[in-house]
Nanobody, 121 residues
Framework: QARVVESGGGLVQAGGSLRLSCVASDIFSIGFSGWYRQAPGKQRELVASITNTDSTEYGDFVKGRFTISRDHDKNTVYLQMNDLEPADTAVYYC????????????????WGQGTQVTVSS
């Protein structure tokens, strides 16, 4: 069964770092992928996305603190988060698709179960 699985969330103090990983099952190769987050009472928003040619896009709030990358051989996408702030507290979701086209929030084929990131002040 095709799926994606996130890992790497946790509790960190403000100013700290976390690295999230998103591994896709071998059944499909990731084309376009994105990290999204959703805080309680808020809508899910784009954190970062990456194409199959490693072109990236970031949410305005990232301000150079996060980096999305991928390992094509491992079919894995990463999100390195530095200088974390309490406002970054949310459940972070990985979304992936076979498509190499840029996709919107509701267009992905696969979503992970989410990983909690909590940043304390």
């Amino acid at each position: 069964q095709a799926r994606v699985v996130e890992s790497g969330g946790g509790l960190v103090q403000a100013g700290g770092s976390l690295r999230l990983s998103c591994v896709a099952s071998d059944i499909f190769s990731i084309g376009f992928s994105g990290w999204y987050r959703q805080a309680p009472g808020k809508q899910r928003e784009l954190v970062a996305s990456i194409t199959n040619t490693d072109s990236t896009e970031y949410g305005d709030f990232v301000k150079g603190r996060f980096t999305i990358s991928r390992d094509h051989d491992k079919n894995t996408v990463y999100l390195q988060m530095n200088d974390l702030e309490p406002a970054d507290t949310a459940v972070y979701y990985c979304a992936a698709d076979r498509s190499v086209l840029r996709l919107g929030l509701h267009e992905y084929e696969y979503w992970g179960q989410g990983t909690q990131v909590t940043v304390s002040s």
